[in-house]
């Protein structure tokens, strides 16, 4: 049910971005195709607070946080397992 309202929606903003006069700027497009994809599939979208921190510094609306490299030798991203890289480069 919820893929069909997705899917429906998808085709609404599709066909409201069709105009005849050279169509929508193609970043315009893209806000709105975002906007209304983080409305419906906010899961896919909000990924926050998932891996561990510590905060060094935090001042109103800035902080400063310190991620420690990850123990894992892989990650899923997506459904994907991808390696984790022990070096930087």
Known sequence: MHQRITDY???AV????QWEE???PKKM???ISNAVSR????D???LSDLTQY???VRSDLMSVRYYPPLVDDTIVVNGETIPVEQEQK
């Open 9 to 11: 929606f998808d085709k």
């Open 14 to 17: 599709d066909s409201l971005l």
């Open 22 to 24: 050279g169509g929508v």
């Open 29 to 31: 497009r893209s806000y």
């Open 39 to 42: 409305r419906m599939k906010p």
């Open 44 to 46: 896919a979208f909000v």
């Open 54 to 56: 510590k905060t060094i």
